[in-house]
Structures are given as C-alpha cells and as structure tokens.
C-alpha cells in the first residue's frame, strides 16, 4: 500500500523559517520525482515546486522561489520542504505527492501557520 | 506561464443527473491535462489523466474530453459520493504545473 506522511507543521511568526519532512512507504521512492502543493484552507491548490528522482533538479513557484527549498534522502525514503522567511500567505495545508505531470499519489497534509 | 480557468466554479445537482466541468488553457496543452477530485476534508486523488483516461477504482461514469485549449470533466448520473471539488491540471508548461481554481460539485 502506498502512503506518505507528512509531519512538521506548527505555528511559525512570520519571517521564521520552517522544515517539513515526509515519510514514503509502498512505492520505489528512488525513482520517482517529488512534488509539493500546498492549499489555504477553504481555498484552491498551488503548485509549490518539485525535485528529480536523483534529488539534482528542482523547480519552484513564483510565490516561493528563493525562499523554499526541497530536497530528499532516497536511503531514507523521505522528502523535505525547508521554508525560510516565511509570510502570513503561505499559512496553508501542505501535500507531499509522488510524481511531477501526475500527481498519484498524495500525503493527508501538514498545516502550517504564519502568523505573530 | 499557462493559467488555467473552469467554470462554473460551483454547482448544485440532483442525483442522476449529467454534469459537465469545463475546463480552459490561456495556450495550447495539446493533452497535457489531468482532473483531481477532492472529497471534503480529504487530500486531492488523481481522477483522470492525460485528458481521457479513467484512474483505477473510479467509476465509469467519469468521462474527460477534450484537446488544446478547451477540456471537460463530464459525471453522468451524479451520486451523492461524487460531491467534492474538481481541479484540472496542466504539465505542458516545461516541468511546473499548474491547477486550476477548481468547482465545487454538491448535491440539490
């Protein structure tokens, strides 16, 4: 059975910075690339970025480039998220999900709050 | 960047009936396009991809169409646990992708 489990989300003031991590099990997680999307509560989904099966390659949104970044360990079968200088708008639920152009398979979320 | 819109953005129906989602590239994606449905207080599960084809473990009465520009997600004979939102996706645009802001579906 696939799953993903996503885990650090809390409250954070703006400007702190964050690190979520995400757990895979059922899957050959080496050789699939990684995508985050994140979603406000109530609201719609946003694209966060993603990251090559080698961990080499990543891509980011407009709204998080040069302050988020995502990276892997494929002996751990984990996927991270560091977010730095973190703002009121990126308070959202945060899925971690195999693939890149199919989204397969999603975590259930992390929430992250930024607020003082 | 390629934005994506649907319309309409809600909607309300009776069991049984036909629904239709539509869905709008700002450029051609040629098939480059997946649905996502979202049951309330559930993560997002891929429904269709590559335009028409139909995820394992979902009814056949989902059906997409639809090429370039202009996309559908149709449900003929809407049941109660299809009420959710409905996101179309776009990976044509190098190796991001897009969403688009999705409709809610409920029942009448």
Known sequence: ?116 | DIQMTQSPSSLSASVGDRVTISCQASQDISDSLNWYQQRPGRAPNLLIQDVAHLQPGFPSRFSGSGSGTNFALTINGLQPEDVATYYCQQFADLITVGFGPGTKVDLK
């Open chain 1, 1 to 116: 059975e696939v799953n993903l489990v996503e885990s650090g989300g809390a409250l954070v003031q703006p400007g702190g910075s964050l690190r979520l991590s995400c757990v895979v099990s059922g899957f050959n997680f080496s050789v699939n690339w990684m995508t985050w999307v994140r979603q406000v509560p109530g609201k719609g989904l946003e694209w966060v970025g993603n990251i090559d099966n080698d961990g080499e390659e990543t891509h980011y949104g407009a709204s998080v480039e040069g302050r988020f970044a995502i990276s892997r360990d494929n002996a751990k079968n984990s996927l991270f998220l560091q977010m730095n200088g973190l703002r009121p708008e990126d308070t959202a639920v945060y899925f971690c999900v195999r693939g890149w152009q199919w989204l397969v398979s999603w975590g259930q979320g992390t929430l992250v709050s930024v607020s003082s």
